[in-house]
């Protein structure tokens, strides 16, 4: 009789570190005594390795790349059933193919609302013996969870925009800082749309001054923001723990900012990243460009705030616009489609056509933001 039960967990070499998509530690003290973990190589991934005995595989999975990865699992072990839940099922990217394996069920229940436990009532854990060897000597990033939705959650392109999600009440870091990991450097990476105040004030001051760890987190440019970064330096006399301190901030215009509802002013933006140099952060953003509506003025405002703001950001990424499904943004463009964005059955969402007008103004404007930093990645750099 088939009666074991199986915890899929990813992760992936990226840039020499390891990535971990350690989607069940929340409940860790709960699902050790369902089943057992098994760490999966997202891009290389064993197939084989599920046993006879198998009966259940439970995946919390992140993206539609790491369902793709299920999917292939389930139609090669039909007599096995996979339930799939976690983010990439609470915002998910549509299904267009009729081939969804019938061995596959997606929930959006929290690990604990599935097998009937309290939410938060679990003890946060990890457990990386059987990859070990794999770690050893390397950075790695894994995740605890603050919340799954956005507290503004109102930006027109974003699939957080008022879909639910739980805001979690654990702010113990000890846990997280004492786990079982032997690696080069622990990047503790804070799984949240945006830090809140109330996470800044709990959470911030608990971040300690070690070699091998280093925090990773999202953070919105509210206007409380500078001031939490003041009494985080405070509390750390002097001594700034290593952060990966990531902001959102798309397009630093008046005119775009309003566009894309953000909900803060070009003023704050300034004001944050004037509190990151201050405090000497690893400051992280992105930039979006190949926007219909773009206008010169636009250009205009980003060189003054590129000129403004030189030299405060160690890192940042230009990505071309497209809509996902669901949003907004989705539904301003609909007639104005240059391409159509699929990854294996999961439609993504399109490009909005540009006129001849805007892809020259989004090029300069995507010039200027190439300026900001030493460090730039550009993944649609074709694009644009």
Known sequence: ???????????????????????????????????????????????????????????????????????????????????????????????????????????????????????????????????????????VSFNYSIETKCYWGKCIFCKYCDKGGRIKTRYDLDIVHNSDISCKLKQIRFSTPGFNKTQMLKILPQFIYQDDIKYDFFCRC?????????????????KIPQIKFRL??????????????????????????????????????????????????????????????YGKLAHISIWRLYCPDDTTIHEMYKNQVEEYLYHEGFYKGYFPELSDKALQLNKQAKNYFKLCSKIVNEPDKENI
């Open 1 to 139: 009789m088939k009666t074991t039960k199986i915890f899929f967990q990813f992760y992936r070499n990226y840039k020499g570190a390891i990535i971990l998509s350690n989607g069940f530690s929340d409940a860790y003290s709960h699902c050790k005594n369902i089943g057992e973990f098994v760490w999966v190589n997202q891009d290389n991934p064993d197939y084989k390795i599920l046993g006879s005995s198998v009966s259940v595989v439970f995946v919390s999975c992140i993206s539609c790349e790491q369902e793709i990865v299920v999917f292939n699992y389930a139609r090669l072990h039909s007599d096995i059933q996979f339930i799939i839940g976690g983010p990439a099922v609470i915002n998910p990217f549509k299904y267009t193919r009729e081939d969804f394996p019938e061995n596959v069920i997606e929930t959006k229940l929290s690990v604990e609302e599935y097998f009937n436990f309290s939410n938060f009532s679990g003890m946060w854990g990890i457990d990386v013996s059987s990859i070990k060897d794999i770690i050893k000597d390397k950075i």
């Open 222 to 238: 509210d206007t409380f923001v500078p001031k939490m970064l003041d009494t985080m330096y405070e509390s750390y006399k002097g």
């Open 248 to 309: 959102g901030i798309e397009f630093p215009t008046v005119n775009m900012l309003k566009f894309m509802n953000k909900g803060f002013t070009l003023q704050s933006i300034l004001n944050t990243l004037d509190a990151t140099k201050r405090y000497n952060l690893e400051t992280y953003t992105n930039f979006i460009v190949g926007w219909p509506n773009i206008t010169p003025q636009d250009v205009i405002d980003v060189e003054m705030f590129v000129n403004e703001t």
